[in-house]
């Protein structure tokens, strides 16, 4: 038996897999450049409970934000091999999952927008090219924490009408004070920022709310994708809420600069229990 994570900030997808048969679940979400190794620890035994027997994993492909080489992965490995004592791992990046999920075999640009982003050419089951996202602070161009990050802006700095404050308050049940409380005195901020979304998403249809999309999206395009080393012919897929919630305008955003989307994943999970079923054959 096999094991697959998809780990973002937020949410952890799972896929258990003989081979043949797949069991997706899903738990708490973490980032090990920022998440302690007991949170992370409860995270994944609280996932599996009920759902997977540690002992009868005899090998681990975890694919998780903020896996980096070094320590970061370390952390990763240290808890997996806790857990799964009798299983080995293996851990990669969002990214190279990501790519896995969009083109398998074949080669494309994979990127994401999900609580954070990421971009990079894929190339026969690696990442060759990368321009690294920064985290919500000095990057992150279209993630949802980014585009949360522009609300709240907006909303507080009077670049949009006090209405829109007051609708925003009401809905969210967030003052000023608890969003300055959540960026700057909780353990997530990103994921604060990105949990914002959805007011977004409710209005998307009233131009303001749509401009901080695009907005998003064309940086993303800008500093993510434009100024990737690509071949011209390959293909770019997404993979992560963000990209699948706000599609259209993705696509807009694409299309500004002579871009077309090959595809777009809301969960790379199913396709990557497929990607390691196929090559395990």
Known sequence: MFL?????????????????????????????????EDVMENAIRGAIVGNVDPATIDEIFFYGAGCI??????????????????????????????????FKTDNGIAAILGTGCNSGVYVDGEIIEHIPPMGYILGDEGSGASIGKRLVNA???????????????????????????????????AQFLASLVPFISDHISDNIF????????????????????????????????????FAEILKD???????????????PIQRLAEYHNEIKK
Not at 214 to 241: A, M, Q, W
Not at 253 to 267: D, E, N, P, V, Y
Request: with cysteine; charged share 20%; hydrophobic share 35%.
């Open 155 to 189: 909303i507080y700095k009077r670049e949009i009408a006090d209405s829109y404050r007051q609708m925003f308050e009401r809905e969210c049940m967030l003052g000023y004070d608890d969003v300055i409380y959540g960026v700057y005195r909780s353990e997530t901020p």
């Open 4 to 36: 697959i994570s998809d780990c973002g900030a937020t949410k952890c997808d799972w896929a258990v897999s003989d081979g043949t048969n797949v069991n997706i679940f899903s738990g708490n979400g973490f980032n090990p450049i920022t998440t302690s």
């Open 253 to 267: 955003a694409a299309r500004f600069h002579g871009l077309t989307i090959f595809s777009i994943l809301q969960k």
């Open 210 to 245: 749509r401009n901080i999309v695009l907005t998003e999206f064309d940086l993303f395009f800008n500093r993510n994708i434009i100024r990737l080393n690509r071949p011209k012919n390959l293909s770019i897929g997404f993979v992560g809420s963000i990209a699948y919630n």
């Open 69 to 102: 080489s070094g320590e970061p992965s370390d952390k990763v490995n240290k808890i997996l091999a806790k857990v799964f004592p009798a299983a080995k791992t293996h851990t990669y990046s969002d990214l190279v999952g990501a790519g896995r999920a969009l």
